[in-house]
């Protein structure tokens, strides 16, 4: 059982400090932004990364939005799919969808921040991050890249991920909409909302989402159920309260947990067809949760407004698994993989509640804003434990890859569970602090901190009841600081500079048996924004230098610690250097464009590159354009993605270093309104056909997606 949890660590990163995000502004932006056309544009929306509600061009940080209108156009149904059209995240994924082999990394670390309406979610307990979540509660994806200590407190340098939850609006609005595609995917969605009542003081809005689909490799099979409900009422003047509930049920079957091998035993590489699935046909991925919200604000005056937010999420996993790994087979006879099986299950929780008072004064003339918070929230791993590879016999088998792949055909071994139970406990609590001052017109500075309370603690149950707790971290008061400047040279462009931290409690434990100091993570960033077309058009340029210190390195095979685990050692100096140009808007009448070119690279202390399994340069583009006169009822655009070459370094079985070259994939759509509330959307991926690999592991990876075909019949009121 302790690999579970040392593969487990080794991805995970804690990223769970509550901040506040519904404010007064924003609030009220997204009811408005419910009542707007559907093909209105965002580009410099106001987004949280500094705890102030700060339009792009505002923020001293690299961000991203990929509002409704792109999800809806390029047919993006999970944040997955989102993922991979960000500039500056790379992904690298390397086993099926619901696994822990789908991973991405932003300026060369690993990106594990996930946040609801501002509630982070825990990386450090498997389970709780949102990778397999339906779009049909979102709004937008709002991604800032580069230490996020004012979102999270925790986590690694490299960016943060906040979903915004749909709102209702005044006006009634409803939709539905039919997709049909490749490999039997069938989706039907809808969503409705607007006032209850005549004076609109009371509005809700409902969404969900039923899809299932076969993918590209054999036997796989994906479900996926998502319901969304909100209602908000006006309370009196300047007092609002909203609540809601939000359900997700993702399922992948007879998934692999791994890809296939890159090697014969010869050293020779292999090339098996994009549909080989190393995954038996008994796996089982499952993901549920149910996430129960509620505000409530109130507006003193027209510019200071207090909010307190509570959340109440209750899930589980239960992931069934066999899958064949293997470095190298014979290239004649298909022995040498090796068949392994487990079952790993859990019940999680996740209670949190802020506070947020934030507003604004006048002072040398100018405006000036302030923002406090204060936030506690708990996290509740209990686990069942079940046997696994780790016991030897039918549970770490050899196959025969050939015959394997062709049915994933393989007696299932007893995965029972073996009594008792085990888990953790993480509370957490922090205090912030943020303002932006304006000395003179053209300059804003923004300062601000997070103090940070953490408790994590594990325990053994066994079968006949008796718990026992064990302490593992305890971090009190550790201060994450904040400081940017924004200089607007005029109305149109604005230079930037800003420093944000974070810092990770570590599990790792040293020969001595002593537990890692805290990860610590810095950025440095410079860059230039600028704003176009009366706004409908913005752009940006960064330079960023992020640090390091006390990375968990593992002191070699063979050495542990006194509780048997892995011994580590603290290494200080892990840095990333790039950077990264983009644009997002409107270029002309109907044409709009988002994407830009990004650069990280990411070495340890004495200048060695790591992850070179992630290309070091990325380019993403996407656009639309709406046809006039006569057809303005088409919209035709695509997407490129392109990235340069990775290599797996000694992955063969003679030492061979894999290189996949840059690649570039292709997708095409189209988009043609019948009526004014009628459209069919079609879409073609990878147009092409390339073939490449999605994600290298140690001796294996996975295909990409090859061409594929989707089409969304849509209507609205």
């Given at each position: 059982m302790r690999l579970r949890?040392?593969?487990?660590?080794?991805?995970?990163?804690?990223?769970?400090?509550?901040?506040?995000?519904?404010?007064?502004?924003?609030?009220?932006?997204?009811?408005?932004?419910?009542?707007?056309d559907q093909d209105a544009i965002v580009v410099t929306g106001e987004t949280e990364a500094t705890g102030l509600s700060l339009s792009s061009r505002e923020t001293p940080q690299s961000v991203t939005v990929i509002d409704s209108l792109r999800m809806q156009e390029q047919g993006l149904n999970d944040i997955s799919e989102v993922m991979e059209q960000v500039v500056g995240i790379q992904s690298n994924r390397s086993s099926a969808l619901g696994t822990d082999g789908t991973n991405y990394t932003a300026r060369g670390f690993a990106v594990q921040n996930y946040l609801v309406d501002g509630i982070a979610r825990p990386t450090n307990i498997y389970g709780f991050t949102e990778d397999t979540a339906d779009l049909i509660a979102y709004e937008r994806i709002e991604v800032i890249r580069g230490s996020a200590g004012m979102m999270t407190g925790t986590g690694q340098p490299s960016a943060a991920i906040n979903m915004i939850r749909k709102r209702p609006g005044t006006a009634t609005r409803a939709s539905a909409a039919v997709t049909a595609g490749s490999w039997d995917m069938y989706r039907v969605e809808g969503d409705l909302g607007g006032a209850l009542t005549a004076d609109g003081h009371i509005r809700a809005r409902v969404s969900g989402a039923l899809q299932e689909n076969d993918t590209f490799i054999d036997?796989?099979?994906?479900?996926?159920?998502?319901?969304?409900?909100?209602?908000?009422?006006?309370?009196?003047?300047?007092?609002?309260?909203?609540?809601?509930?939000?359900?997700?049920?993702?399922?992948?079957?007879?998934?692999?947990?791994?890809?296939?091998?890159?090697?014969?035993?010869?050293?020779?590489?292999?090339?098996f067809a994009r549909s080989t699935n190393g995954g038996a046909d008994w796996s089982d991925f499952s993901r549920k949760s149910v996430n129960i919200f509620a505000s409530l604000a109130h507006d003193f005056s027209p510019t200071w407004r207090l909010q307190i937010d509570a959340e109440h999420k209750s899930g589980s996993y239960d992931e069934t698994i066999g899958y064949v790994f293997a470095s190298a087979i014979d290239k004649e006879t298909g022995l040498g993989g090796t068949l392994y099986s487990t079952r790993w299950a859990s019940d999680l929780t996740l209670d949190a509640i802020y506070a947020n008072l934030r507003g604004s004064f006048e002072a040398l003339g100018q405006e000036q804003h302030i923002a406090l918070t204060l936030s506690h929230a708990r996290f509740d791993d209990d686990q069942t434990p079940y046997p696994g590879w780790w016991y030897g016999g039918d549970y770490m088998k050899s196959v025969n890859a050939f015959e394997f792949f062709k049915t994933g055909s393989t007696p299932k071994p007893d995965l029972m569970a073996t009594g008792g139970y085990s888990g953790n406990r993480i509370e957490t609590s922090a205090?912030?602090?943020?303002?932006?001052?304006?000395?003179?017109?053209?300059?804003?500075?923004?300062?601000?901190?997070?103090?940070?309370?953490?408790?994590?603690?594990?325990?053994?149950?066994?079968?006949?009841?008796v718990r026992t707790w064990t302490p593992e971290i305890r971090e009190k008061a550790v201060f994450?600081?904040?400081?940017?400047?924004?200089?607007?040279?005029?109305?149109?462009?604005?230079?930037?500079?800003?420093y944000a931290s974070v810092f990770e409690p570590q599990t790792q434990r040293t020969i001595a048996g002593d537990m890692l100091p805290p990860l610590e993570g810095n950025t440095y960033e410079v860059g230039l924004k600028a704003?176009?077309?009366?706004?409908?058009?913005?752009?940006?340029?960064?330079?960023?230098?992020?640090?390091?210190?006390?990375?968990a390195l593992a002191d070699g095979p063979g050495i542990f610690a006194p509780d048997g685990s892995s011994a580590y050692h603290a290494v200080s100096g892990m840095k990333s250097t790039g950077f990264e140009v983009e644009v997002n808007g409107e270029i002309l009448p109907g044409w709009r464009v988002a994407g830009g070119f990004a650069r990280a690279k990411a070495e340890d202390r004495d200048g060695l590159r790591q992850l070179p399994q992630i290309a070091k340069d990325s380019f993403k583009m996407f656009t639309a354009y709406r046809l006039p006169g006569k057809l303005d009822g088409m919209t035709v655009g695509g997407n490129l993605r392109w990235q340069g070459k990775t290599t797996a370094d000694g992955v063969g079985p003679n030492g061979e270093i894999y290189t996949q070259g840059s690649l570039a994939i292709v997708d095409l759509l189209a988009n043609y309104r019948f009526y004014e509330r009628l459209s069919l959307g079609v879409h073609i991926d990878n147009i092409f056909d390339k073939t490449y690999y999605s994600g290298l592991f140690i001796g294996s990876a996975r295909y990409g997606m090859p061409r594929s075909f989707t089409a969304t019949l849509r209507g609205t009121l």
């Open positions: 949890h040392t593969i487990r660590a080794r991805y995970s990163v804690p990223s769970m400090l509550v901040i506040a995000l519904l404010t007064a502004t924003s609030a009220s932006a997204e009811t408005a932004e419910a009542d707007t036997r796989e099979h994906v479900k996926r159920r998502a319901l969304y409900g909100v209602i908000e009422a006006d309370l009196g003047p300047g007092t609002l309260l909203t609540a809601g509930v939000e359900y997700q049920n993702f399922r992948n079957k007879a998934a692999s947990r791994g890809g296939v091998p890159l090697y014969f035993t010869d050293g020779t590489e292999t090339h205090a912030a602090g943020v303002a932006r001052l304006k000395p003179i017109a053209p300059l804003s500075v923004i300062a601000g901190g997070r103090i940070t309370w953490w408790k994590q603690d594990s325990y053994s149950e066994d079968t006949s009841g994450t600081p904040y400081a940017g400047l924004v200089l607007d040279f005029n109305k149109t462009i604005s230079a930037y500079a800003s704003d176009f077309v009366d706004g409908r058009l913005s752009a940006s340029a960064a330079l960023f230098r992020m640090k390091q210190d006390n990375y």
